[in-house]
């Protein structure tokens, strides 16, 4: 059986929990007896820096070393690829950015790379290395013949994602049986990771021009009720989570499943008192679900909306109008949910027109929202058609690679109420000013960003005062 460590490098926001992608992988490879150990370099509570997680790496002495690259990590990712080099056998790179440039991470010196969901493909990745040790050659050779990897030997168009089928995602080990393989110390003082983040579904049926999701993709899959709610009951059992993020990207996409799995959690008795939150485009949910969704336990519910001007929505193909998103918060608001409502700034070509638009409607929904997102002004992630359509204008090719342009998304998480909320009022990634944003685009933005921030944190002294929705 292989050793494999697993490696999240720092991101620029500290996680509360477990990165849920390297859960998978982790579970599933415990599943197939490997032996499985996790550092997360982005955990809330880690102090090491590169150097520590290089010499924890030597002292496990891994077959395999796997790593989940964000485009925001990548460059942190890259920098620890020549100190891990003789590590291990097999370096394999996975995660939302490799999926969209795998050869970049075999440039940067990866052995493979894993493009799509990983947990069937890393699987036979481990398993190949159960083959006789230093035969560097035929375990590269055995790795980049499984469809989604990608070596630098692989046949061209190789490297495709191969989409988990439903029965896949139902067959899959939970995520939290990788529980142990993280240090828990590093999420919560307690000693307790109490994350329950969980994806009921995956894939969403939206095309935002701006949107990432490349792994899980545009092909909406969902998982039967009972496998989601054997999950909640055996997390609920074994760690004692009793509030569940899930983490879909369109959660309410398919009514006759959200009705199935609301009335599956209202009939379970072992998940009596349960609470979840769910993310969900606005005009995916209509009044009717709202009702039932409170009545089986959902406390809060986030809803992307992005702009107050229908020209903007229009040309992000958010396939959304601001009345349906409007009408949903206040239906959800109604039924006594929390409600966060997200909005971004600086698309190109959005003056100040368009800006006042989106500035106006957060007025507006404001009394319904709880929370807007943080910050939001727009970064041109690798893959997306807005980065296609306007990297050669703006002439921001590869700035992920730069850490100078990374957006130093300071750890509000983490940090006291009052230092975050003065942090978030500022939104570093203006700053770096992608799209060279005139003086009057760059100050509406400034002051939208201030708006959320002040609003969020009404929201939040409200709530410290012991008054508003209840969570
Ligand atoms: C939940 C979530 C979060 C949570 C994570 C909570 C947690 N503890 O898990 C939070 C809120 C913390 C978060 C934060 C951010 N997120 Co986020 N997040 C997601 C979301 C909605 C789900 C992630 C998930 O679990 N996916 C399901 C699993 C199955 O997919 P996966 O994570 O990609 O993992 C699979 C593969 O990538 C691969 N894989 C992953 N690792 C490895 C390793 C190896 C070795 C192998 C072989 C394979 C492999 O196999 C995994 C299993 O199939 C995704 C959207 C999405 N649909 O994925 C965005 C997403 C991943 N987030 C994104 C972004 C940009 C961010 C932020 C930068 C946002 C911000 N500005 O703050 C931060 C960055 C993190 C940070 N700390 O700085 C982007 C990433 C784009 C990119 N190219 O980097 C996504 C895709 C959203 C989007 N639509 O654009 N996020
Ligand atoms: S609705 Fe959300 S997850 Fe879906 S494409 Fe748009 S931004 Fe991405």
Redesign the pocket.
């Known amino acids: 059986m292989a050793r494999v460590l697993?490696i999240l490098p720092h991101?620029?926001?500290?996680?509360?929990?477990?990165?849920?992608?390297?859960q998978?992988?982790a579970a599933s490879l415990l599943a197939r007896g490997h032996e499985v150990k996790c550092i997360d370099l982005?955990a809330l509570l880690y102090k090491g820096n590169d150097d520590d997680a290089v010499a924890e790496a030597e002292r496990f002495g891994p077959d395999m070393i796997?790593?989940?690259l964000?485009?925001?990590n990548a460059h942190r990712g890259y920098a620890l690829i020549p100190r891990l080099r003789k590590v291990a056998r097999l370096l394999?790179?996975?995660?939302?950015?490799v999926?969209?440039l795998p050869h970049e991470a075999l440039v940067h010196g990866f052995d493979a790379a894993?493009v799509?969901?990983?947990?069937l493909?890393?699987q036979r990745?481990a398993a190949a290395l159960d083959a006789p040790k230093n035969l560097l050659t035929p375990l590269l050779a055995a790795v980049g013949a499984i469809p989604g990897v990608l070596t630098k030997d692989s046949p061209v168009g190789h490297g495709t994602a191969v989409d988990l089928s439903p029965d896949d995602l139902d067959a899959l080990p939970f995520p939290h049986t990788s529980y142990p393989t993280f240090d828990a110390s590093l999420y919560s003082p307690s000693g307790l990771i109490a994350?329950g983040?969980m994806?009921t579904s995956?894939g969403?049926p939206a095309r935002c021009t701006f949107?990432?999701?490349y792994?899980?993709g545009r092909g909406y899959r969902f998982r039967s009720t009972d496998s989601i709610l054997r999950e909640m009951e055996s997390l609920s059992e074994r760690w004692k989570i009793t509030n569940f993020p899930f983490?879909d990207?369109a959660f309410t996409a398919r009514r006759p499943r959200l009705e199935a799995l609301c009335d599956g959690i209202l009939a379970s008795d072992e998940l009596s008192g349960a609470t979840w939150t769910c993310?969900t485009p606005g005009n995916m949910v209509k009044p009717f679900d709202l009702e039932r969704m409170r009545a089986a336990g959902c406390v809060a519910i986030n809803f992307g909306l992005e702009s107050g001007d229908y020209n903007v929505l229009k040309q992000i193909q958010k396939g959304q109008r601001p009345e349906q998103v409007k009408a949903a918060v206040k239906a959800a608001k109604s039924v006594g949910m929390v409600t966060i409502v997200n909005f971004m700034f600086g698309f190109p070509g959005e003056g100040v027109a368009e800006l006042s638009n989106t500035l106006r409607l957060m007025e507006e929904l404001s009394v319904d929202t709880d929370y807007f997102n943080t910050r939001g002004v727009l970064?041109p992630?690798?893959?997306t058609q807005i980065y296609d359509e306007t990297v050669r204008d703006y002439d921001f090719a590869g700035w992920w690679l730069d850490p100078a342009k990374v957006p130093d998304?300071a750890a509000i998480f983490g940090l006291s109420g009052e230092d975050a909320m003065t942090l978030a009022e500022v939104d570093p990634t203006l700053a770096l000013d992608f799209f060279r944003y005139p003086d009057d685009v760059r100050e509406l933005i400034a002051r939208c960003v201030r708006f959320k921030a002040r609003h969020n944190r009404k929201t939040i002294e409200g709530f410290q005062r012991g008054y508003g929705a209840a969570a």
């Open positions: 697993l991101l620029p926001q500290r996680m509360g929990a477990p990165y849920l992608g390297q998978y992988i982005s796997g790593m989940t964000f485009t925001y394999v790179a996975g995660g939302p950015h999926t969209v894993v799509g969901e990983g947990e493909v890393v990745i994350a983040g994806m995956r969403c949107c990432a999701n792994v899980t983490w990207d993310i970064v992630f690798p893959g998304e």
